[in-house]
């Protein structure tokens, strides 16, 4: 049985700064209602990186393009639309209507269009527009998503006991954030932590990254676990995607197979800053 002695984290700070990688792309896939469908291939595709970024002072603007194919030899309807974006460690993620959290930038983009038609096997580009506010008093990351759905694969198709028709609905969220210079402060809070025996009998320690500052990051975290001897057991480094502030993140580190005895656990994180923090827990297995 695993026991995990929780205790307050001991926040240290060490120089060092983080890396930087790109978050791969967010495809969702809904059913016209909510019953189980069998998968079925996209038809239409976001090509490239779904996460712009860009950096801009009050009062400034600036562009984008989002790329759009149709996979298939059919031409195929697009609607295009904006929504907030939110997502937490439990696993869920809200969109949520423009203007709904505090930190949105919806207001500021205006698309191209609500609405196109791509032809078989193309690609086609829909331009947008930033025009950030003037005030002097933002700071931090500011976002948003546009919404990228296409047209059902096939016709609905009718359960004769039900009369229920089913469809499959693909879409793509590409996510809009704005940096507003270099301003914002970076933190970051772990919480839920705990440890797991995985089912080959190798040890994971779990929590959430919660990101409780004000501007975007892409943390670097890594943890370190000790004997009570002080030698080395474990090691494990993970470079995590962006994460806005207010929300949060799972992280698992594999630990390998630890021998039962007491354990002293680091985690770090790197969120871009000046400073590294890191943790410091008590492991019993």
């Not at 002097?136 to 998503?145: E, F, H, L, P």
Request: glycine share 8%.
């Amino acid at each position: 049985m695993n026991l995990f002695d929780r205790h307050r984290p001991d926040h240290v700070h060490l120089g060092a700064r983080a890396s930087r990688r790109a978050i791969p792309a967010l495809a969702l896939a809904g059913a016209l209602l909510s019953l189980p469908l069998c998968p079925a291939p996209a038809q239409i595709a976001v090509v490239g990186n779904t996460v712009e970024e860009h950096t801009a002072a009050p009062g400034e603007s600036y562009d984008g393009t989002i790329l759009i194919r149709n996979l298939s030899n059919q031409s195929q309807p697009v609607r295009i639309y904006q929504t907030d974006y939110t997502f937490s460690s439990d696993g869920t993620s809200h969109f949520d209507s423009t203007g709904s959290i505090k930190r949105s930038n919806a207001k500021w983009i205006a698309v191209s269009t609500t609405a196109l038609v791509v032809p078989a096997g193309s690609d086609v580009p829909v331009a947008y527009a930033v025009k950030v506010p003037p005030a002097d008093t933002m700071r931090g990351t500011y976002w948003s998503v546009v919404m990228v759905e296409g047209a059902t694969d096939a016709p609905p198709s009718v359960n004769a006991t039900s009369q229920v028709g089913l469809g499959v609905v693909v879409r793509y969220a590409v996510q809009v954030a704005t940096h507003i210079e270099s301003s914002g402060s970076r933190k970051i809070n772990f919480t839920n932590q705990h440890v797991e025996t995985e089912r080959d009998s190798t040890q994971s320690l779990k929590l959430a990254i919660e990101n409780v500052g004000e501007r975007a990051y892409r943390p670097l975290v890594w943890v370190e676990v000790y004997d009570d001897k002080g030698t080395l057991r474990a090691s494990a480094k993970q470079q995590r995607g962006l994460i806005y502030p207010g929300s949060s993140a799972k992280q698992k580190f594999s630990l390998g197979a630890l021998e039962a005895g007491n354990y002293k656990a680091i985690v770090f994180a790197d969120v871009g800053s000046d400073e590294v923090v890191a943790a410091q827990y008590k492991l019993r297995f």
